[in-house]
Each structure stands twice: as C-alpha cells, then as structure tokens.
C-alpha cells in the first residue's frame, strides 16, 4: 500500500486497551513512543498547541545525530510530563490519525506513558493532593476553614513557603472554597410542567462537579437559574465523585475506574427516569462523552450516560433548534471576548456558546481558538507555571487587543488564567454569568 502524505476522512478513536498487560510493557511504550516521535519531527505541525511539541523537536535537534534515534530513551519522558492530554493535535493539527495507516494518537500514547510512569513510581504527595479534587474540596469546604485558606494564598509569603513545600507556584492563581456548597444549598426545581422537545426531554440532572460545588458554586447556580428561565425542569445527581479527568490525566487509570463504578451507576439511572445530563465544566462532559467510553466500550450505562451528556450551551442550542429557548434578553453584553476551551473544542459540536451569546442583540463575540496552557494542575505547579503562561500568551494578547467589556471561557480555570495574564484588576465572567446578565434574572 502506499503511504499518503495525510487524510481527508474524519478522524477516528480507538478504544483505550488500558486492561491488557502489554500495555504497561515498557520496552513496548518506548518503541510506540519512538514511532509516533518520528513521525512528530517530520511534519511538525503541532509546534504551537503546547510545550510537549517544542520539547520534542529540541530534543531531536540538540541530539548528535539530528534525529529521534539520537535521543536518549529516558529523555522520552520530557515530552510526556509536558502533555496535559488536551486533544487539540488529534483534533485540529495531525494529519496521520486513524483511519490514516500510520495510525497516530499522540494523546493516547502519551496517556499511556502516563500510565506507565504512575504504574512504576505512583505519584508525588503534591501531584495525589492536587489529583484528590473531592477529598481537598471536603477538606478544606468547612467553616472557617475555607475562609482561612483563602485568605492565606493571598499572602505572598504564604504562597512562596507553599512554593518551597509544595511545589505549587507562588504566581499561580489557586481556587477560593465555598464552605457553603451548590449541593447543600440547592432547593429543587421550580418548573412543574416538563416541555420536552424532539431531541431534548426538558428535564435536566446536573453533574455539579467538584470544583462547582465548592470552589464556583456561583456557575451552577446560573446554571439552573438560566434552565430554569427557560422552562427547564433541573434536579442533582443523588451522589458523585470526582468525574475522574485528574486522575487521568496523572495516569492513575484504576483510580478512574472506581470513580466511574459511583457515578456510572446513579447517572444511567437518572437516564432510565427520562432526564438528559449536563455540567458546566468542559472536562468533566468530555470525561463521560469521551474518555470514560474508551476505556470501557463495552459498558452499556457507560454508552447511556455518553449518550444523554451535553455541555450546557449545547442544550440550549437544542432547545433552539425546537423553539423552546427564551430570547426575550433584557440587557446587551457588548464586546466579549471568548476563549474557547480545548475540552470543549475536542467535544465536536462546535461553537455552541458563541452562537447563544451571539444571538442577544448589542453583542459582539471575537472566539479565540488557543490555550490557555491552565489544564487544572499544570498551571499550578511551580516547573510548569512560566511555560503555561507562555502558551496563555497569544490568548492574552487577543483580549487586550479586543478591548472586550468582558472576558470569558467556558473552562473557568482557563479564565482565571488569563486574570493572571492580564495582570490587572479586571476579572473572567463565565459565558453562564454572561447569559444571565442578558437575561436579567
């Protein structure tokens, strides 16, 4: 057969075998390493979606032979540490994924590699800390506990003592606790009459997430509010975990497993009881569209749950479409300028938040299609922090360029990474926010 240059079909994912035991194999990693890094240094593409890329193509370039063949086997791991299994080369950039012979998931192999790594070594006490969302968010969602945290990582010499214990950045922007959670705080729903449409049931159970629940609660509580503006019936999963996209993106793929066999379960249920599935947080949807599904292709409720999951602007785009969404908008947002998630991106239906937010009179959306470089942890950790920063930059750059009334992404850590980029005092309004000032509820 011969090789061709790239493809013109739409990608396709093959399942994770995570559960076989070539899979760990290292000697096996290293030369499925050796083959995608090769095929990575002749085409190149991707050498401005993060760090792992540039990382890569040093490593050939400074070797004695100018090739992948010179680059010693234990360096390989630079370029993994550096991937935050964002998707974007997969999606956007290469040109060699499945059904393409070559067979390329850059992604995959790097989580494999992950995996690998945390097989052999586990994981550091800091990288188990900022993994254990739920456990932290317990912890520190207290009394006086949260408002105690808070107010110690405003302190510079608190941050640079967490710095030298940690490893945590002292630059970093670190996320406020609520000790009173969106759970404990949410009342029911208000709409009696479900209005179901030709796609949509008109009755919605949220994921709350971990980091809705206790360090935003304010984006869930839109979030229902806006639902529930347009005729929306809203309820809560009865319980949940972690969605598990910390755990996986250290490699701890057993620890993903257990999280699924909680949430799984009562969200298939809540399924079977004629609800669809929403959460506000782009990885935490791509968690059970995406990366749950490839890990077990063979789990029907994980297939149910998959099915029924949408990003909130997804839904409402739906609801659209059947003209059941409100657009009596009360008030016009401007200039926004919307950084588009990668999690959000890499779910494939498009620019559902821009085209919402487009549709309230006096508003004007720049999206920008880059980075943020936060990913959840590897902004917040003290080797990574100057490089994400890097990679927010072009993000930056365009919002002081757009002169925006206001800045937003649908991953709030993104936005609260390029807060920090601003260097200002202005803050990120979440597009949830932003829908609901328009609305004026």
């Not at 510079?156 to 969106?182: I, M, N, T, W």
């Not at 910390?246 to 399924?271: F, H, R, S, T, W």
């Not at 938040?353 to 959840?376: F, Y």
Request: proline share 6%; charged share 25%; with cysteine.
């Amino acid at each position: 057969m011969a090789q061709r240059e790239g493809s013109l079909e739409a990608p396709t994912r093959h399942p994770l075998n995570w559960k076989d035991p070539e899979f760990y194999n290292e000697g096996a990693l290293f030369n499925e390493l050796e083959r995608v890094y090769d095929i990575c240094h002749g085409c190149r593409r991707c050498v401005s979606l993060c760090n792992a890329f540039p990382t890569l193509f040093d490593l050939v370039d400074e070797s004695s032979t100018m090739e992948v063949d010179g680059v010693a086997k234990q360096d390989y791991w630079k370029v993994v540490d550096h991937c935050y299994l964002c998707d974007l080369c997969y999606l956007t950039k290469c040109p060699y994924v499945p059904p393409h012979e070559w067979n390329v998931d850059f992604p995959h192999v790097m989580l494999r590699a992950k995996a690998v790594k945390f097989k052999q070594q586990g994981a550091s006490s800091r990288d188990k800390l900022l993994s254990a969302t739920d456990t932290v968010g317990k912890l520190v969602g207290k009394p006086v506990i949260a408002q105690t945290v808070n107010f110690v990582n405003k302190i510079k010499s608190a941050r640079k003592v967490l710095q030298s214990v940690l490893g945590v950045h002292a630059d970093a922007v670190l996320p406020e606790y609520h000790s009173s959670s969106f759970r404990s705080n949410y009342k029911g729903s208000q709409v009696a009459t479900v209005n179901p449409g030709e796609k949509t049931t008109g009755k919605v159970a949220l994921f709350a997430t971990c980091y809705c629940n206790v360090n935003e609660p304010q984006l869930n509580d839109d979030l229902v509010a806006i639902f529930e503006h347009n005729g929306i019936q809203t309820t809560i999963a009865e319980k949940e975990q972690c969605c598990g996209m910390p755990k996986l993106e250290l490699g701890d793929l057993e620890a993903v497993e257990k999280a699924m066999q909680v949430n799984i379960p009562v969200l298939a249920k809540l399924v079977d009881d004629g609800y669809d599935l929403v959460a506000a947080v782009p990885s935490c949807v791509l968690m059970f569209k995406q990366e749950l599904p490839l890990m077990f292709p063979d789990d029907e409720k994980v297939k149910k749950v998959q099915q029924a999951f949408y990003d909130p602007f997804e839904y409402l785009m739906l609801r659209h479409k059947e003209d059941k969404l409100n657009l009596d908008f009360k008030k016009p947002l401007g200039k926004i300028a919307y950084q588009v998630a990668c999690h959000l991106r890499v779910q494939k239906i498009g620019m559902k938040t821009r085209d919402l937010l487009q549709l309230i009179p006096d508003t004007e959306v720049l999206p920008i299609e880059r980075c943020s470089g936060h990913d959840g942890t590897y902004a917040v950790k003290v080797e990574f922090h100057k490089i994400s920063m890097k990679i927010a930059r072009p993000v930056v750059n365009k919002v002081k360029q757009f002169d925006a009334d206001y800045y937003s992404s649908d991953c709030p850590m993104a936005g609260h990474q390029i807060e920090n980029g601003l260097d200002n005092d202005s803050a990120p309004t979440h597009p949830l926010g932003l829908l609901r000032k328009a609305y004026d509820i």
